[in-house]
């Protein structure tokens, strides 16, 4: 079984604050996703990877960066924390670029507060 | 830009009573997923169409893909209380293989 796993499941974090949030893959997919996901809102994609060291920006990627320095792990950092920013956080992977099937396998998720 | 409509937000139903959630692309896709997502939890595929007009059940679950594979419904007959969650549609666009996630539409158990 595909498995995806977030560094923490709950997160409290002051305004300014640098955040880093790492996910891992141990399936060796090529993509990796991160999205925010709000009431109402559904799942927004913030950013995305389809190979070690690429990256693209997904709907809403102001206020977020991201590293992928090795294939199974993909990082999502905010750089000065804000409140707006309060959400739970999922990553996701998927196998390979181009394929029609591109079925996403997601991590448990971290749910981030800003203070 | 590209947009995935799901509809309705939220639905409530009495225990045994049928759901339905629908999907709708303004442009054609390759294949439609669909994913549950359960009070707490992350989403968890459930299953893929990819032809036109394809039909599959999972048990009391009914997933239809459009003709023109821009539009998609899922249907539970006779809801029980395990049915509870949020149900999401994500199409891969033709266009550029990226997947576009609908709002989602919670289902809601009426005790």
């Known amino acids: 079984d595909v498995k995806v796993t977030q560094s923490s499941r709950y997160l409290v974090k002051r305004t300014g604050e640098k955040v880093f949030l790492e996910c891992v893959q141990d399936m060796d997919h090529e993509n990796m996703f991160w999205y925010r996901q709000d009431p109402g809102l559904g799942l927004r994609l913030i950013y995305f990877?389809?190979?070690?060291?690429?990256?693209e920006k997904g709907d809403i990627p102001e206020g977020y960066s991201v590293s992928r320095e090795k294939k199974e792990r993909f990082s999502l950092i905010l750089e000065s924390a804000s409140t707006n920013q309060t959400s739970m956080y999922l990553c996701?992977?998927?196998?390979?670029?181009?394929?029609?099937?591109?079925?996403?396998?997601f991590g448990p998720g971290t749910r981030l507060l800003v203070l | 830009g590209q947009q995935v409509m799901q509809i309705p937000q939220y639905q409530h139903v009495q225990e045994g009573e049928d759901f339905t959630t629908y999907c709708n692309s303004s442009t054609t896709l390759s294949n439609i997923q669909w994913y549950k997502q359960r009070p707490g939890g992350h989403p968890v595929f459930l299953i893929q169409l990819v032809k036109s007009g394809e039909v599959k059940k999972q048990k009391r679950l009914t997933f239809q893909f459009g003709e023109a594979k821009k539009n998609s419904s899922l249907h539970i007959t006779a809801t029980q209380t395990t049915d509870v969650g949020t149900y999401f549609c994500?199409?891969?666009?033709?266009?550029?293989?990226?997947?576009?996630w609908g709002a989602g539409t919670k289902l809601i158990i009426k005790p």
């Open positions: 996701a992977s998927s196998l390979d670029p181009g394929l029609v099937d591109e079925t996403q396998y």
């Open positions: 990877s389809y190979d070690v060291k690429m990256k």
């Open positions: 994500a199409g891969l666009l033709d266009s550029n293989y990226q997947l576009i």
